[in-house]
């Protein structure tokens, strides 16, 4: 399989490096916009193509994974490249989603290519886990932790308040209530009772911490709803303690069978590399993509689509005897 | 969708009770190789009837779910009732699915019905997440625990021993184990160090105890391998104390991506009751099995050959919307 990079940031290299393990894949050309003769890669072999030149590579590559952000890139990209090629992206805003899934699908059934949208951990895997759970549990209560983990959004946030040099924010599940949740209680939890809120600041010289404190904890949207610290440290503490991207969560559906029986069932990421990890899912997803539109299946399609037993290198007879 | 269940013990007990909490499904029929008149069900309007009248069913039944036993019920009963009805079993005997799979393609394939085998948790949906997790991190390791929960087939082999009454058998997951493979430490662990086994046993009066705890301990394939536990009860405490039958457990995945980024994936099941979980994953995927033969896709299907859309009773558009 021939597969594409159209954007190089952090999750355009875990991309890359989740296909260096996947030996069925070989990754031709990283496509960006800045200029190409700047852009080292860590791929021998593979090229560095301006976006402009796309077309040119459309016979060269089987499935194009898109990682470029899902704020103002992708809702554009994603029907553009969907004319011309298999892709896969990582499209995230929830509340969009069927306008995006819209968008695809109409520019992919059109030219006849298979897209998949809003492929990664959440949405994606978590999505399946909250899929499957409510399935098998009609009677029960969904939740969704998210963290110990880097939000950049939220950290984008921080860092667009005059006086702030850089920032880092930590989304934090609250333990009590994951322990609530777990136990079956059901209980209805706020959305300060679910997560905190950690901040990493480093602030300008002669700049007023007080007053970035106060823009962050009450910021509507981001932090207003939230318990939130606001600790100040240096330049180098930030690059020294706050360099990875860690990230994760929990789905938990707690439902009742028969005579009021309680069952829990979790799904549980702890990830070092929240890009590595997300681009590892796209990988995974690029190889059902290809199979898909190698069946003439085409138009957008999501993680709910796709049997399992597609994402695998290995034979249908094999999966059977050795992990069923 | 109009359900049959075929053998009414825990399990077909449990698919009933998951049955009434899905709307869009009814049981017509429960079959039994006993004594029609003499078996009361749970489910108003549903006729009970003898094994020997199923094929006078043919027509009035969408799915059948089998709720026989691995060891000698299923291996003749889901290929042959392949040739006329589409079904779904809950065959859990590991090492001899790849047999059991060729047997039921054969007739499934011959006689134009779906029929899908191993459904329930293991196999099933944790087969499903070790699939999904293998396929994310290539390059990782798998851990399979099971418990704390009641083993039928080992409550049974301490119940052959001569003067046991009755008895429960409990498997339980080392915790120690558990948090080395959370980890990410990646240790090789024998049998022994995953898991031990508790027994509560009744043993009739004046049996040697000590001989049946001695019997228990070394059982080969049983309990040999296993530091094993044995306590004597009362008929009474055994009928109050242990009388539920929980399950659960836990599939681990860890794994490394990029330059050694550590990522753990787990999906967790605690159940009040075994039996009522299975049933709800096969009357989950019997919907699947209902629309797969609907698309004329017939032969013996597994959990990975399932799009996780066909699971569930909401449209494909809502699903999209709020869950993704």
């Not at 990682?67 to 809702?75: E, R």
């Not at 029986?261 to 681009?279: H, M």
């Amino acid at each position: 399989m021939n597969i594409g990079i159209y954007g190089y940031g952090n999750l355009g290299r875990g991309v890359e490096a989740a296909i260096a393990q996947n030996p069925d894949m070989q990754l031709v050309a990283v496509f960006t916009r800045r200029d190409p003769d700047g852009l080292k890669i860590a791929t021998e072999g593979a090229a560095v193509v301006h976006t402009s030149d796309v077309l040119s590579w459309k016979d060269k590559i089987d499935v194009m994974i898109l990682c470029g952000g899902s704020a103002t890139d992708l809702p554009e990209m994603t029907p553009a490249l969907a004319e011309n090629f298999n892709l896969v992206d990582s499209y995230d805003n929830h509340s969009s989603i069927p306008k995006h899934f819209a968008a695809v699908d109409a520019a992919a059934k059109k030219a006849g290519t298979t897209a998949m949208i809003s492929c990664g951990w959440d949405p994606g895997m978590f999505s399946l886990n909250r899929l499957y759970a409510s399935c098998i549990l009609p009677d029960g209560k969904d939740y969704t932790f998210w963290g110990r983990g880097v939000s950049q959004g939220h950290s984008d946030a921080i860092r667009r308040i005059p006086g702030v040099l850089d920032a880092r924010q930590y989304t934090v599940p609250i333990e009590n209530a994951l322990a609530r949740v777990r136990s079956g209680e059901n209980p209805e939890l706020t959305t300060r009772q679910k997560h905190l809120r950690e901040c990493y600041v480093v602030a300008a010289e002669g700049a007023d911490q007080d007053e970035i404190r106060q823009k962050i904890v009450t910021m509507p949207g981001y932090f207003a709803d939230y318990d939130t610290t606001v600790t100040f440290i240096t330049m180098e503490e930030l690059q020294r303690e706050h360099k990875g991207l860690p990230h994760g969560g929990n789905v938990i559906r707690t439902g009742k069978t028969g005579n009021g029986n309680k069952q829990v069932v979790e799904y549980k990421l702890t990830l070092d590399s929240n890009p590595e990890f997300t681009g590892s899912v796209l990988v995974a997803f690029a190889r059902a993509v290809c199979r898909t539109a190698a069946r003439g299946d085409y138009g957008c399609k999501t993680v709910f689509d796709v049997a399992p037993a597609d994402l695998s290198m290995v034979p249908r007879e094999e999966l059977i005897a050795h992990m069923l």
